[in-house]
């Protein structure tokens, strides 16, 4: 069995400005890591060019009006939705393809054609709405795929587990009445990070009450905080929940070097996070693991943690990095009553 590695050269070409930290080179320094690995050429792992995502597969998570606005954009050459969320006249293309991507991705692993997937691609998805682009994202990438299991593949429990530093609001607000997914997300807390939400007192709604759950860390939390919180929550929430595919929203930017952020992650910490999901998908779920990259924007740290999670995903021996560094006790003990909080409101745990 071998991993995908979903990429194409148009998501090189969506640019929002001169700058943007949401940039090409983010996938440039990922490709380049792992070509310098000779992880390219290994035959465990598969680059698999994506095919554009079908318009009505989008629509059951997107607004047809909104997603026509996108392609008018793109277009006519390019336009903003926020003051730092803009397309170009590849957006569009460029967000078909990731979504497509995914698509592509889950239906390989449920054929059984391969293990698993990180899916490389640009633009990034968890924070577009159902008509809104917002936060770098036009088309939610990973909503798209587990709407396209639940629908196409007819499973019934999808778990989604957010580590980027941002807490996936999109992806939370897709399902927040569902009881097919359960979305964890691991983000700094949002009185302190865009885009300001992602509370512990956010838990879904009607049917999906209980299937939300919100790990709002406070800056500086790292290595430490979120060894606990794989220990005490996400996987006794695998347990109790069964899923029968786990996705992953990937983002590196919860590293202690990112220029967007304040959080303590190191590159074992992320490493960390990436087997103890592969253990999870392999333990509850035969194996089904598709991740999907997020944020990051120091450009090193994109490489490394890139070539991390394909190792972990091939089963290869994890590359070290001389990297150090400490959260503080207060921030640890922070993350235990934050954990005793969410325990105690969740009813799957």
Do not use: W
Not at 252 to 264: A, R
């Amino acid at each position: 069995m071998v991993t995908d590695l979903v990429y194409h050269d148009i998501f090189l070409k969506h640019e929002m400005s001169m700058g943007h930290p949401e940039s090409p080179d983010r996938l440039r320094s990922a490709m380049s890591y792992a070509k310098k690995a000779g992880l390219i050429e290994n035959d465990r792992l598969n680059l698999l060019t994506p095919e554009p995502v079908s318009l009505d597969t989008v629509y059951s998570i997107h607004d047809k009006h909104y997603l026509d606005g996108i392609r008018k954009k793109s277009e006519q050459g390019g336009g903003f939705y926020t003051l730092d969320t803009a397309v170009n006249q590849y957006t569009f293309q460029a967000a078909l393809l990731a979504a497509g991507g995914g698509v592509n991705a889950v239906d390989r692993i449920m054929a059984g054609s391969t293990s698993n997937a990180f899916v490389l691609c640009r633009p990034p998805g968890h924070h577009a709405e159902i008509e809104r682009a917002f936060g770098f994202c036009f088309i939610n990438n990973i909503a798209v795929a587990a709407n396209h299991l639940i629908r196409n593949h007819k499973l019934d429990r999808i778990m989604i587990v957010d580590y980027d530093a941002h807490h996936g609001n999109g992806t939370q607000n897709s399902f927040y009445s569902s009881n097919q997914v359960l979305y964890v997300g691991l983000h700094q807390d949002g009185r302190t990070l865009f885009p300001g939400s992602g509370f512990p007192d956010e838990i879904g709604t009607g049917k999906g009450q209980g299937y939300t759950l919100n790990l709002a860390m406070y800056p500086g939390a790292g290595d430490k905080s979120y060894e606990l919180a794989f220990t005490e929550v996400i996987e006794p929430l695998a347990k109790s929940f069964k899923p029968e595919f786990i996705l992953t929203s990937i983002g590196f930017d919860g590293h202690y070097k990112d220029p967007l952020t304040s959080l303590g992650l190191t590159t074992s910490g992320f490493s960390m996070m990436n087997n103890r999901l592969n253990h999870i998908a392999t333990t509850h779920a035969s194996g089904k693991l598709a991740c999907f990259l997020e944020g990051g924007y120091d450009l090193t740290v994109m490489g490394m943690c890139s070539l991390n999670l394909l190792e972990e995903l091939i089963g290869i021996e994890i590359t070290e990095f001389d990297e150090k560094h400490t959260e503080s006790e207060s921030c640890t003990q922070y993350t235990k009553d934050l954990i005793d909080q969410v325990t105690k409101t969740s009813p799957l745990l």
